[in-house]
Every structure is written in C-alpha cells, then in structure tokens.
C-alpha cells in the first residue's frame, strides 16, 4: 500500500502537470477537497504536494487565503530565462566533455527535432510545447549534474505557462537553433555547445520580448 510520501510525489505530478499544460490557469485557488475528488486521494498527500509547489515556484502561497496559480508576467520570464541561459550553456557543455555526442544526438535528439518539424507541419502548437521541452530536457539529464536537472525542470516547466505567446516564426527559428546544438555537441567541442545553448536561449527571450511588445504588455501579469 502506498505511503503518505509516495501519495504526496503522486499528487505533485499531477498537480504539476494540470498547471504546465494550462488546464489550472493563472490565478485560479486550488481547493484541497476538490483536488482530493479529482485524484481520488486523501486531503494530506494534497496539503503536502501544494506546499512542495509552492517551494518549486508553480504556485504562490498568500496567508490565509491559500494558494493559487501564479500568473506569470514580463519580470518573471526575464528571470527565467537569464536562469536557463546559464544552466542550459553548462548542460550542454558538460554533455560534450562527457563524451558519446554523435550516439546521444542520433538516439534521442535527432528523432525529437524530427517530430518536431512534424508538428510545425501540422500546427499542432500543443505537441511543439511538450516536444521542445523533451529536447532540452534530456540535455538536461544527460550532463550528469542532478542538481542542475532538478532545477532546470523546475524552471523549464515554468517557462513552458508563456506559450501562448510563441509564433510561427519563433518556432521555426527554434528548430534551426535544436540543430545548432546537436551540431555543436556532435563537433565535440564544449565552448561551441555552450555558446550554441546560451544563444538559443537569449534569442527565445528576445522573441518573447518581442510579441509581448507588439500585443502589448498590459496582456501579461506585471
């Protein structure tokens, strides 16, 4: 029978899951007894998983009043991507001193970049969203620093709430840097995959930048 942590990590995930993808939105109050229902699991592995949300920053905790969505806005992002500018150049720089780049870029990044492309093809924006996040996700993983993948899928699943301002282009744009990088990290050359990394991630934030300019800032949180 499973125990109150492993019922707690349960309802972390799904919870998690319920805020990335959208279906919790920005500034909704999350309710124990209505999560308990909805999980089919009791209010105390609840309790425990949004207190260890809050502490991930996927939810916001206001006194005496509960938690809620956090409605993420421009400074936010701004902080994330500065984030995931540093981490992602040292994942993917750690990934190519390890060694093994061509086979971990022919078995897991090259089949992701070409389901990728698929989803551009169909406009399928939802499968882009989780198939970008696998692609640096599994850099993420492969760089042998923990800390760093705990972190940066904290930060990855944050950033993934401002998809709705992604655009064709963007996306496109997107792909040709995933190429950059395996490319990069097939050369065996650490500097270059940093450089290829950091680079993906600030031009990601000066598009973002970008729509939130041309649909106008009052649409995001502040």
């Not at 109150?4 to 349960?10: G, H, K, V």
């Not at 406009?123 to 972190?151: E, M, P, S, Y």
């Not at 899928?153 to 190429?179: F, T």
């Not at 490319?183 to 939130?212: M, Q, T």
Request: hydrophobic share 45%; charged share 30%.
């Amino acid at each position: 029978m499973p125990n109150e942590r492993t019922l707690a990590q349960c309802a972390y995930d799904q919870i998690r899951a319920m805020i990335v993808d959208g279906e919790l939105a920005g500034g909704r109050k999350l309710i124990v007894r209505m999560l308990s229902e909805r999980l089919h699991l009791s209010a105390t592995p609840i309790k425990s998983a949004l207190a260890a949300l809050e502490r991930d920053g996927f939810l916001v905790a206001i006194p005496h009043r509960g938690f809620y969505v956090p409605e993420i806005g421009l400074r936010d992002m701004r902080e994330i991507y500065e984030l995931r500018e540093a981490l992602d150049g040292i994942a993917a720089r750690k990934v190519t001193e390890a060694g093994a780049g061509a086979d971990f870029v022919r078995d897991e990044l090259q089949p992701i970049l070409e389901r990728q492309h698929e989803c551009v093809a169909a406009g399928d924006l939802a499968g882009l969203r989780d198939l970008d996040t696998a692609f640096h996700r599994a850099i993420w993983h492969r760089c042998g620093n923990t800390r760093l993948a705990q972190v940066t899928d904290n930060l990855g699943g944050q950033s993934r709430l401002a998809w709705q301002w992604q655009v064709a282009g963007g996306m496109l744009r997107a792909l040709r840097e995933h190429q950059l990088i395996m490319d990069a990290i097939v050369s065996g050359d650490p500097s270059r995959a940093e450089r290829a990394a950091r680079s993906h991630v600030r031009l990601s934030r000066a598009a973002f930048e970008k729509a939130v300019r041309e649909r106008g800032p009052e649409a995001l949180p502040r």
